[in-house]
């Protein structure tokens, strides 16, 4: 057969037709076929828009793949109207107007056909068209890959789409495609796209990847059903579901995605079974709005690599989880919003940094038979209106088991909390809750720790081996009344087998109900929280008065305006003090502070000698210092964080907290920073005690400035700012004098102007420490003295004392 002709052959009995022929286009050639006809294409390039009208049979030689290509300058290269076969033809489309290959009527079938193009789009299935279109390749850089439309279906197997400028496979408008063993990739829209009511796509066995948006979008009313299926690398969400939209995933995979996994917004509905969502940026199911709904069964989440919940349910919408495992994430559920609910069943939430469930703003979560581990938190309802039910589950391996705060009144029966850090059960600023048939067995803090002005109701529950006592309680509550304004406790029990100080002997375990009427039997009496144990302190000195405290901080190089400020300060404390002995009215003086200024300028120094001068004139009971940063205060997880600025106050009581680098609290990129929740907490602390703690917030001028203006609760709790202003390099050399004078050295001639011209010198960037700087200095000069001399062989008392100008260090 020449090359560039068509050859036909007559595959029907009537004698009045020509069996056979060849034509020299393949227009001609169709002209002459009837249905049943076979039309052998030479190889060769064809500039003709091909238009198959009957049940014929076209393909391209035996043996010579790719050989034959159709493609004209502009228009649709192939249309299809019948039954026809096409097979073994390359298609090659320019015009962005027109679809490459377009199926507008019958059932045709389209196998190993190469369409390369930069049109509309690459297969295009219209009205009552039903083509089964097998392992084709699309590469259509400008438009969709494959559009089916109108009401249109079809079957497509094996198919790949190895380049689409738009959606890689797109249904709307009633189409209702099935897609087997398929492969989409390097689409730039979605890589399946979905909308429409009555719109449908059934996908078996198919991938999609390398995808510039989302890997699989379904809205308006359109419904989708993926099994065995592979969703990854997408530039967006792996799938998105909006506006009424239904899909069903079953045993498929999504996996390495930036953004969400799966996003469902609108009243979608997705049913997912049997199938895993890994390595996901954002939420691996980020569920929005009333109406939307996630039911998943058998299912595996886990390997987060970003910051975010793997399971995320707000604006009212439901998340069901039945048997299913979470792990390996930062937070696992958060609820949030009225009218948000997620039902966990029979599922496993392992190995979060942070929380397991955090329900808040009134949502509700309900977790029946349910297994908690190596978590930070394990469940934390957080505010007024939340609530829920945990049901038979276990808490195992966390730093707090349950935390409930701020009015969230949920219920939790027959839970079990083992060897968590902190609390067991931690309830705290005016939270609620129901505990019933509740056990915590191992816990490094208390089995209960329950705040004061908190309704709780504990029934039936057990505490054992907990190393800092069964339960906590506000001082006069924990009676089966509730007097006292605090829990509600009946026929609660401990072993008290864990408290730190020796135990009595063992008694009978007695429960409430045969103890004394309103005593809580075997329940330890509430105690305020103590201070982890510490060595014996060396005995304490006697107490000095103020004069000759305030005789010391005359001492100190420099600090003139501070020390001008605090004498004012404790002047207005002294005859305050005085007028309150005489009967007269005296000025209320906040005494909490805020030092401003850079590190080594005696901001520390300071602050210790101001709560020695309170303690001497009686304002504090020990005037002791306990200092603190953002590591001391701030938690891992959500509520860690309120337990340790409690103990951090606790232990700074008829003292000072001196808290460093305060603005660290407040950062300017704080997102879901837990500084806030310590500042809350110290605010709140500082008011209910205000007479029992002096705080000083301290740090940089400018940070400090700005932390006040962020945080105006703060602002409003401290008296006054004092500034420490960096040393001039003449209090810097008294400094290094006075460090010479307690170790027995001396500055030798010159060494005096060497050290004026060093630290006049020495570059003030955020590595200078002003008295550190000093107090380095000198330690530097020792160290080089220390060498120069041990070359000597009998150093006279000089040698050994002195300091020249070279024992210098270098300037950096």
């Not at 005789?551 to 004012?568: F, H, I, M, P, T």
Request: with cysteine; net charge negative; glycine share 10%.
């Amino acid at each position: 057969m020449a090359q560039g002709t068509v050859q036909v052959t007559h595959t029907g009995t009537s004698r009045w037709r020509r069996r056979t022929g060849e034509y020299a286009s393949l227009t001609a050639a169709l002209e002459a076929a009837a249905d049943g006809d076979v039309l052998t294409v030479a190889p060769g390039t064809y500039r003709e828009n091909l238009v198959i009208g009957r049940a014929v049979t076209l393909r391209g030689p035996e043996g010579a793949v790719g050989s034959v290509r159709i493609a004209p300058v502009d228009g649709v290269p192939l249309t299809l109207r019948a039954s026809a076969i096409v097979q073994d033809v390359h298609v090659e489309g320019q015009d962005a107007a027109a679809p490459a290959v377009l199926v507008e009527e019958g059932a045709p079938e389209i196998t190993d056909v190469r369409i390369v193009t930069r049109s509309a789009a690459g297969v295009e299935v219209r009205g009552a068209a039903r083509p089964t279109v097998r392992r084709c390749t699309v590469d259509n850089p400008a438009g969709v890959g494959i559009a089916v439309l109108d009401g249109a279906g079809g079957v497509f197997e094996e198919c790949e789409i190895v380049a689409a400028g738009q959606s890689g496979i797109a249904v709307r408008d009633g189409g209702h495609p099935r897609l087997d063993r398929c492969r989409v990739h390097h689409a730039s829209g979605a890589g399946l796209s979905v909308t429409g009511e009555g719109s449908g796509l059934e996908a078996l066995g198919c991938e999609v990847y390398e995808i510039k948006g989302s890997g699989v979008q379904v809205t308006a009313r359109a419904t989708a059903h993926l099994t065995d299926c592979t969703v990854h690398r997408t530039s967006a969400d792996g799938v998105t579901l909006d506006t009424d939209a239904v899909l069903t995933l079953a045993d498929c995979d999504i996996h390495d995605i930036p953004e969400n996994a799966v996003d469902l917004r609108s009243r979608a509905v997705l049913t997912l079974t049997r199938s895993t969502v890994r390595r996901f940026g954002r939420n691996g199911l980020s569920v929005w709005d009333s109406g939307t709904r996630v039911d998943a069964n058998q299912c595996e989440i886990h390997d987060s690599t970003g910051d975010y919940p793997a399971v995320w349910v707000s604006d009212g919408a439901t998340v069901i989880l039945d048997s299913c495992r979470v792990h390996d994430v930062p937070d696992a559920l958060f609820v949030l919003d009225r009218g948000s609910r997620a039902d966990v069943v029979d599922s496993d939430l392992s190995q979060v940094r942070n929380t397991a469930v955090s329900v808040s703003d009134g949502a509700t979560a309900q977790l029946d038979d349910c297994r908690i581990r190596e978590a930070s938190t394990g469940a934390w309802f957080r505010d007024h209106g939340s609530g829920g039910t945990l049901n038979n589950c276990t808490v195992d391996a966390v730093q707090t088991g349950v935390i409930v705060t701020k009015g969230a009144d949920p219920v939790i029966e027959r839970c079990t909390v083992t060897s968590s850090a902190e609390a067991g059960f931690y309830v705290s600023a005016e939270g609620r809750g129901t505990f019933h048939g509740c056990r915590v067995t191992g816990s490094e803090g208390y089995g209960f720790h329950v705040m004061e002005g908190c309704r709780t109701t504990l029934t039936r529950c057990r505490t054992e081996r907990c190393a800092r006592g069964g339960y906590e309680f506000p001082e006069g509550s924990g009676r089966r009344d509730g007097a006292g304004g605090g829990p509600v406790v009946e026929d609660c029990t401990s072993d008290e087998s864990g408290l730190r100080t020796a135990p009595p002997p063992p008694a009978p375990v007695l429960t409430a109900t045969e103890s004394s009427p309103g005593l809580l039997g075997s329940v330890p009496a509430p105690r305020p929280v103590e201070p982890r144990p510490a060595a014996p302190a060396a005995p304490t000195a006697p107490a000095r008065t103020s004069g000759e405290v305030l005789g010391e901080l005359d001492a100190l190089v420099g600090l003139d305006s501070v020390k001008r400020e605090v004498r004012a300060l404790t002047d207005m404390i002294e005859v305050g003090r005085r007028r309150q002995e005489a009967g007269l009215k005296a000025a209320s003086v906040r005494r909490h502070l805020v030092f401003t200024g850079s590190p080594g300028t005696g901001k520390t120094t300071v602050a210790r000698l101001y709560g020695e001068i309170l303690a001497a004139l009686g304002v504090l009971e020990r005037g002791h210092l306990v200092e603190v940063s953002r590591v001391d205060l701030v938690g891992e997880h959500i509520g860690s964080t309120a337990i340790r600025t409690q103990e951090a106050f606790d232990r700074a009581r008829g003292g000072v907290l001196f808290v460093d680098e305060a603005y660290a609290l407040s950062p300017e990129d704080s997102g879901r920073d837990f500084g806030r929740e310590a500042i809350d907490t110290l605010v709140k602390l500082m008011e209910d005690h205000r007479d029992a703690v002096v705080v000083i917030v301290a740090g940089y001028t400018r940070e400090m400035e700005r932390f006040l203006t962020v945080n105006p609760g703060v602002a409003s709790r401290f008296s006054r700012t004092i500034t420490f202003s960096d040393y001039e390099p003449a209090e810097l050399l008294r400094i290094v004098e006075q460090q010479s004078r307690e170790q027995e050295y001396s500055l030798a001639s010159g060494t005096g102007e060497a050290l004026l011209k060093y630290f006049a010198e020495l570059p003030k960037g955020p590595a200078f420490g002003n008295g550190r700087t000093a107090r380095q200095t000198f330690e530097s000069m020792v160290e080089r003295h220390a060498g120069r001399v041990a070359q000597l062989a009998d150093p006279s008392t000089d040698d050994l004392t002195l300091l020249y100008p070279e024992d210098l260090p270098a300037l950096p």
